[in-house]
């Protein structure tokens, strides 16, 4: 047996192999680490997205499906009721569920219309919609989604609105007193969107008419923090303003911006605008309070131009997951790598079936075996 035995390294084969085996330890370590991040990137890639946006005829079959079984004549007619009993009540979306029992076909009870007219005339008189006038007027945090509305928004969505809120910013911020990022954000993509959508691509009048909602909805407490946060990261990263003193026109403002930083902030003003334009002001502002994120605007903008006018009683016979859930669907290659995952379990399953039951007879054989000693002890 000794002649067979290895002769015992010498110290100069010893580290030569731990050098050896260091470098092959260092080169698959660099491989791992180059496979993780190729992953990485691979997984980034558009293609191997999970969930995409559907086309707009697949939007809108898919919408048509869902209210053919959520919004009967029964469940429409009970959720009408139900708002129609709330205090105080949501005309917006009353208004939103009628329009919508139109669109389906669904004729409504006489009794129900004689009920929401009696209750439009006691809401909406002309004494109380005066009284919702002046407190719009005077400050939109008093304000509510009535038709009052108007007496608040008139001077908000226009250019006159954006040079407002930038003098009044800059007042409080000469008297040393907190300024509203937000409010600055909004005023400056306002202003500018005639330049910026040059970067950032869109149309500078749904850019305008988006930043003067989102003015609105923020002075009346409607805008949930991710929505804003685009607008806070324009004002702190997006506007060079060493060289604001030489501005001298709204193109010069644009000049201003770095487009990187303030395209988020330009695309969630322009989806706004596009879902006033299919909406108006009041379902449009009723669906931004609802909104959390930039993304969640840009697919109820999507769905408007699928639903029009049925967009706000969709939402409300729908759900809000459900409703933004349906504008998207699983990418053709998740729906391959799927199918492809499941034809090889069962392959596999089929290959080793035969083994199984193998294995099976045995261990049963063994199990009956262990038992009959048992009993026969």
Request: net charge positive.
């Amino acid at each position: 047996m000794a002649l067979f035995r290895k002769p015992p390294l010498d110290l100069r084969a010893r580290r030569r192999r731990r050098v050896e085996r260091g470098i092959l330890a260092l080169v698959a370590l660099c491989s791992l680490l180059w496979t993780g991040w190729w992953l990485r990137d691979l997984a980034a890639m558009p293609v191997f997205e999970p969930l995409v946006a559907r086309t707009e005829s697949q939007l809108a079959a898919a919408y048509d499906r869902a209210l053919t079984r959520e919004a009967t004549p029964e469940a429409l007619i009970a959720r009408l009721e139900a708002r129609l009993g709330e205090d105080p009540r949501d005309w917006v979306v009353i208004e939103a569920l009628v329009e919508l029992a139109g669109a389906q076909g669904i004729v409504l009870p006489e009794p129900l219309l004689d009920r929401r007219a009696a209750l439009d005339a006691e809401d909406n008189g002309w004494i109380a919609s005066g009284i919702d006038c002046l407190a719009c007027s005077w400050d939109l945090r008093d304000c509510t989604l009535s038709g009052a509305l108007a007496c608040g928004i008139a001077v908000n969505v226009t250019v006159l609105g954006d040079l407002v809120a930038l003098t009044r910013e800059g007042a409080h911020y000469a008297a040393g007193e907190p300024v509203d990022q937000v409010d600055v954000g909004i005023a400056f993509v306002g202003i500018a969107a005639t330049g910026l959508v040059v970067f950032t691509g869109g149309t500078s009048y749904a850019v305008k008419v988006g930043s003067g909602l989102l003015r609105v909805a923020h002075r009346m407490g409607r805008l949930a923090p991710d929505l804003i946060a685009p607008f806070r990261r324009a004002v702190a990263f997006g506007v060079d303003w060493a060289r604001l003193p030489a501005v001298r026109s709204a193109e010069d403002l644009a000049g201003l911006a770095r487009p990187a930083v303030i395209r988020p902030a330009v695309e969630v003003a322009q989806d706004l605008g596009r879902l006033n334009a299919r909406l108006g002001t009041r379902q449009a502002l009723h669906l931004m309070g609802a909104l959390d994120t930039p993304a969640d605007a840009a697919r109820v903008a999507r769905a408007s131009e699928a639903l029009g006018p049925r967009t706000l009683g969709a939402w409300e016979m729908l759900g809000k997951s459900r409703f933004l859930r349906l504008g998207m669907r699983f990418s053709d290659e998740v729906l391959a790598a799927i199918f492809g995952i499941f034809s090889l379990m069962t392959s596999a399953l089929a290959l080793l079936a035969p083994l199984v039951a193998r294995l099976g007879r045995g261990m049963g054989r063994l199990a009956l075996k262990g038992v009959l000693r048992l009993v026969i002890r």
